[in-house]
């Protein structure tokens, strides 16, 4: 990092004497460069192409202050941009931290050891825009032919990130990573009206974007949701897949959290069940940083931690907290990190065994689908899903899905299928077997 220009001129070394020279206990530069191609088009027509380039610091700095008979340490931070004045925003910073007392937590120090990790492809990073045009090529390709389906909107970007950080104690870290990223909206007429499918992907790797299986299974999704019924009313067996698998289980990483321990409004305990008096499949989970194409991969945390892959809940007993260096320090625990990737084990049955327990609601899509972090209550609006019932398969929308997962966790079954998608890696499906639906 030696040598290299801040925003306003300065090279590391100078913006690291400014923080030296400040009077402050710590402090922590976090530098990221980002460089993003970006293609817009609406049906076939290019709206724009753009590129954008960005780089940004972040710095914290830290103080120690006595008060009422102990010591606290004082906290903040600010961000520079390019022209910003840095000895300015050094000052003001020192003067907010007397404002913001929490308990004293040491930042990582040096001798890290990081995993090294794929993280970049270099088709992303070093020909971004012909990238591009192979992604909508293969947009196009997945739906020609098709007159009953439209691609009328699309949004595809190609992003190369670096991050940098060092801090008072001497740690240094580096990584770069790549993303790829598209937005989409297929519309289909119906019975006389319109109805719409909208997607969106995302992936490290080009070659893990699987942009033409993507639109084949929206494209269903749109011409089903164009006669799909509303959803029955009442109490029924729900398997969740797809965008439900993204965030279904956030409740019990939030529960598993150093924040929730400190703050008292988690329930875990190590060595107790996450759920209590489960009568199916049993829950093991891990935040794996390592996880080969996972968007969340990475070798450190925010603060430099060196990160390595951790069980949390092991056959449905909490293990450990799932700390940074702050709460490790306030909780006498080993210092983890927060979530990474997300794995969970998975169970035994067939997707088709799940399914075949009719009847069942199949749910795919919501607006939103996310668990209260402390209660566990969880309700969405069905945007697509599937009735089974009586042999017949019946498309659905509308309408919601509701229910405490604490409780229908009891009766979890875990397909033996796996899937993984940008940030989990795990079961294909979990069948809940008393959720409360709010339809017709």
Known sequence: MTGTATPDGWTWPELT??????????????????????LYLVFDRVEALRRVETETYQVAIHLLVTKDGGTWLGESSFSLNPGDDAATALAQAKERALLALNPVFELPGPGQRYQPLALVDSALRDEPRQ???????????????????????????????????????????????????????LLT???????????????????????????????????????????????????????????????????????AAFQGWSRLQRGKPVIHDPRRDLLTMTSDPWLPGGLESRPFDQQGLALRPVTFVQDNIFQQPLADSRYAAYLGASATGGLTNLRVAPGRATLAEMLA??????????????????????????????????????PIKGGSVSG?????????????????????????????????????
């Open 404 to 440: 405490n997962l604490e409780e229908a966790c009891r009766f979890l079954t875990l397909s033996r299928e796996t899937e993984q998608r940008e940030a989990y890696l795990g079961p294909m499906g979990l069948r809940l077997e008393e959720m409360h639906i709010a339809g017709a």
């Open 189 to 259: 007429a119906g019975a006389g009206e319109e109805a719409e499918s909208l997607g969106s992907r995302r992936a490290r790797f080009a070659r893990d974007l699987k942009i033409g299986a993507i639109l084949d299974r929206y494209r269903r999704y749109a011409l089903d949701n164009a006669r799909a019924e509303l959803p029955p009313s009442g109490t029924y067996p729900v398997i969740f897949g797809e965008e439900a698998l993204d965030t279904l289980f956030h409740h019990f990483c939030a529960q598993a959290g150093g924040e």
């Open 131 to 185: 990238v591009l045009w192979q992604i909508r090529h293969e947009m196009e390709q997945a739906l020609a032919g098709d007159a009953a389906v439209a691609l009328a909107a699309t949004e595809i970007f190609c992003t190369y990130r670096e991050k940098e950080i060092c801090n008072h104690r001497g740690l240094t870290a580096a990584a770069a990573a790549t993303e790829l990223e598209t937005h989409f909206v």
């Open 17 to 38: 004497a400014l923080l030296a020279a400040a009077g402050v206990d710590g402090w922590q530069v976090t530098r990221v460069r980002e460089a993003s191609e970006q």
């Open 357 to 394: 327990a009719e009847p069942v609601l199949h749910l795919l899509r919501f607006s939103t689908l996310e668990p209260h972090p402390v209660t566990g209550a969880v309700s969405g609006e069905i945007r697509t899903g599937y009735l089974h019932e009586h042999g017949r398969v019946v």
